[in-house]
């Protein structure tokens, strides 16, 4: 398991960009596949972007040319790059990790979990 700790969410207005971080702990982080999630009141918890090992990535329709998922392994951090924000993208997003070489796209894919972080978009 590897403990992740995201950072980045907020209030924004309609338009608008964030980047949303999340600094994992452990040397193996380069192994992980990495995933973000959201989750919005009252919603079942979605797939947003997911990247794996060797930096290939897969992206949900709905955020598809706007979000960019990437990775630092020398910095243990995935980032997603959220542009264009629009209101129905506001929800507690969550960074997600499991050891795989390939592109996760699923909850049931990832074993480990971040705590979340508030993104918030006004109209």
């Known amino acids: 398991q590897v403990q992740l700790v995201e950072s980045g969410g907020g209030l924004v207005q309609a338009g608008g960009s964030l980047r949303l971080s999340c600094a994992a702990s452990?040397?193996?982080?380069?192994?992980?596949?990495m995933g973000w999630f959201r989750q919005a009141p009252g919603k079942e918890r979605e797939f947003v972007a997911a990247i794996n090992w060797g930096g290939s990535t897969y992206y949900a329709d709905s955020v598809k040319g706007r979000f960019t998922i990437s990775r630092d392994n020398g910095k243990n951090t995935v980032y997603l790059q959220m542009n264009s924000l629009k209101p129905e993208d506001t929800a507690v997003y969550y960074c997600?990790?499991?050891?795989?070489?390939?592109?996760?796209?699923?909850?049931?894919?990832?074993?480990?979990w971040g705590q979340g972080t508030q993104v918030t978009v006004s109209s």
């Open positions: 452990g040397r193996t982080f380069s192994s992980y596949s």
């Open positions: 997600a990790a499991d050891r795989s070489l390939r592109v996760l796209t699923t909850t049931h894919d990832f074993g480990s």
